[in-house]
Structure formats: C-alpha cells, structure tokens
C-alpha cells in the first residue's frame, strides 16, 4: 500500500529508457512519489526512447490537450527487411534486396509522403475493436479491417543515409505511427524496411534537454522533483487549471 506524501500537481518531463513501456515508466514513479494519480500524455512503444510527458496530481485532467500537440521524432530505418510489428521488435515477414537507390530517389519518395494523409494503423497496436486491443488479435495471427486516421507529416528529413541505414527526423501529428511510415516507405521504394531504432525528442515545444532519465529521477528527493514540476498553463496557455 502506497504512504501518502505531499499531493504534487504538474508535468514532469521523463527520458524513457527503451527496456520499459510507457506503464513501466508509470509504475516507477508512481513508487518514487508514493502517488497513485499519475499518467502520461503519449504512449512510446516499449522500443522507443526519449520525451515522456508524466502528469503528476491535478495535470492528469489536461492528458486530451498535451496528447493533441505535435511530436518530434528522430530514428533508423532499416530497408531490405519487413517485420510483422513494423519495427526491430516484430518477427521477420520477408528479406528483399535493397536497390542501388541515391539519397536524392529516397527523398523524392519521403515528399510524396509529406502533408495531409489517411494513415492505416497496424495490426500491433493498442488500438481496440469491440474491446480488444489489436495487438491481441495479431498475436494469434489474426489481421481485422483498421479504421484509417487522419494525420500529417510536417516535415521529414534525412540525416544519415547509408545504405541499408536511413537514419531521419521526421515531425508530425498525434496518432501517427512512425514505424508504419518507415514500413510504408520500404514498399514504396520496392524493397520494404522496417523501423530500427526511435527516439521521440520533442512535443510541441517541449524538448528533451529538460528531460530527467529514471535514474535521475530516483536520486533526487521530493522537493526537488517539486522543481521539475512545469505547470500545464506554461506547456497549453489556454489550459486554466
């Protein structure tokens, strides 16, 4: 049973490791700050690292408006390989040989991505249908009709290109999957690919220079987690709490 201490109220700005999920990251905190009232504004996929926002106390209520704002990501793709996930973390569909492509034939494929879409989440996903989570379904090998979702890709670009490697940073809005960009990518240049490596930096204007790592986190008292707090009016001025 969780000992109550000092109610805190804010958003604190977390580092996430890539062996914990999202709850994971929760389960901690909520032992570090002996709360129960604690949540988060965008799950990361247990494969992916960096920029968690945490709400501790009263900040749980503005999750719909943080979870609203658009994200910053950077990550690998790696092309020749599709994977049942999309990502590094899926099992391994098909291999295909990767073409002799030039950065400037890859860039040209990203901008016919670029914009206003209607994205097709995949099977590996915390999306639910009647109730149960697709991820289930796809665990046992079961593919059903997914609702597309309206999303767009801000900008996206290149910032390694070694073949079979394309390492990238890609802006967008809530709800897209980056790992399905990376799978989508990989069939339009005929050779698939699946994403290797995510890291999200930044939502809206938060970044992950103020991040805390768990670690960090752990090493610090209540007060001075305190003076981590940032209150939801500093990230969403409209937000009056």
Not at 24 to 46: E, F, S, Y
Not at 68 to 79: F, H, N, P, V
Request: glycine share 8%; net charge positive; hydrophobic share 40%.
């Amino acid at each position: 049973m969780l000992v109550q201490a000092k109610e805190l109220d804010g958003i604190l700005l977390v580092d996430k490791p890539s062996d914990h999920t999202s709850h994971d990251v929760i389960a901690r905190l909520r032992g570090k700050l002996r709360m129960k009232r604690i949540g988060h504004a965008g799950t990361l996929d247990p494969m992916a690292t960096g920029l968690l926002l945490v709400l501790v106390g009263k900040a749980t209520a503005v999750s719909q408006y943080l979870i609203s704002l658009d994200k910053e990501y950077t990550g690998t793709i790696k092309l020749g390989v599709t994977t049942n996930s999309q990502d590094a973390d899926g099992e391994v569909l098909m291999t295909r040989p990767v073409p002799p492509l030039t950065e400037g034939e890859v860039l040209a494929a990203i901008k016919t991505m670029l914009g206003d879409q209607y994205q097709i989440p995949p099977m590996f996903s915390a999306i639910k249908i009647n109730g149960v989570p697709l991820y289930k379904l796809a665990r046992k090998g079961e593919e059903v009709v997914r609702e597309p979702r309206f999303v767009r890709i801000i900008s996206w670009d290149i910032t390694r290109f070694a073949l079979p490697e394309i390492d990238f940073r890609v802006r967008c809005t809530k709800g897209t999957y980056v790992r399905t960009l990376a799978h989508d990518l990989g069939e339009k240049l005929g050779c698939g690919g699946h994403l290797a490596a995510l890291r999200r930096t930044g939502t809206d204007k938060l970044t992950l220079e103020r991040a805390l790592t768990l670690d960090q986190i752990n090493a610090l008292t209540l007060p001075e987690i305190e003076k981590h707090l940032l209150h939801p009016r500093d990230v969403v001025p409209s937000i009056a709490l």
